[in-house]
T-cell receptor, first 114, second 114 residues
Framework: ETGVTQTPRHLVMGMTNKKSLKCEQHLGHNAMYWYKQSAKKPLELMFV???????ENNSVPSRFSPACPYSSHFFLHLHTLQPEDSALYLC?????????????FGPGTRLTVL | GQQLNQSPQSMFIQEGEDVSMNCTSSSIFNTWLWYKQDPGEGPVLLIALYKAGELTSNGRLTAQFGITRKDSFLNISASIPSDVGIYFCAGQLNSGGSNYKLTFGKGTLLTVNP
């Protein structure tokens, strides 16, 4: 399998649930990203990990918790989310964090918080 | 932070027509990227531009990096129904640290009538 994959593709959860989003890339990249995509808004960068180390946290609430145990695997742990957190969550990867930052995106997880 | 103004927000065209969309910024970028997002999928990179004045083609797509480094445009010639989707521009400053982030426009929704 090639490219960036995300699971699950769709997730419905209550505000008290704990769930995790998973992202895998098979491109040999060292930087991985989580973005939030809401209707009629630009993509919002949430987290960046480069060589498994957190490089950017874009003022994301602590109810979102990233984990990157391997350069090829990136998780977003979710707990006590709010309805306004409903959105498409996109994972991306690039060769590394820096110049010529061509990012390749996964298909996204459509999250609905009830 | 930096913001991108992408226009138009949406376009409705007939198959065979040419399309033009653009992005402008209040500050300079060193890299411009153009992505397309199909419904239910993540953005796919179409064209990357790294030098002011650069004009690059990818099939029926042509993009240019503005000479002022504050704008870029994307043209699609002889549109076909599968061109339908949302087109995003993204800029990167490349000057280190958080400036490696991509700043995205809000997207242009393209509809092609057969």
């Amino acid at each position: 399998e090639t490219g960036v994959t995300q699971t699950p593709r769709h997730l419905v959860m209550g505000m008290t649930n704990k769930k995790s989003l998973k992202c895998e890339q098979h491109l040999g990249h060292n930087a991985m990203y989580w973005y939030k995509q809401s209707a009629k808004k630009p993509l919002e960068l949430m987290f960046v990990y480069n060589f498994k180390e957190q490089t950017e946290n874009n003022s994301v609430p602590s109810r979102f918790s990233p984990a990157c145990p391997y350069s090829s695997h990136f998780f977003l742990h979710l707990h006590t989310l709010q309805p306004e957190d409903s959105a498409l969550y996109l994972c991306a990867s690039s060769q590394s964090w820096g110049s010529y930052n061509e990012q390749f995106f996964g298909p996204g997880t459509r999250l609905t918080v009830l | 932070g930096q913001q991108l103004n992408q226009s138009p927000q949406s376009m409705f065209i007939q198959e065979g027509e040419d399309v033009s969309m653009n992005c402008t910024s209040s500050s300079i970028f060193n890299t411009w990227l153009w992505y397309k997002q199909d419904p239910g999928e993540g953005p796919v990179l179409l064209i990357a531009l790294y030098k002011a004045g650069e004009l690059t083609s990818n099939g029926r797509l042509t993009a240019q990096f503005g000479i002022t480094r504050k704008d870029s445009f994307l043209n699609i010639s002889a549109s076909i129904p599968s061109d339908v989707g949302i087109y995003f521009c993204a800029g990167q400053l490349n000057s280190g640290g958080s400036n490696y982030k991509l700043t995205f426009g809000k997207g242009t929704l393209l509809t092609v009538n057969p």
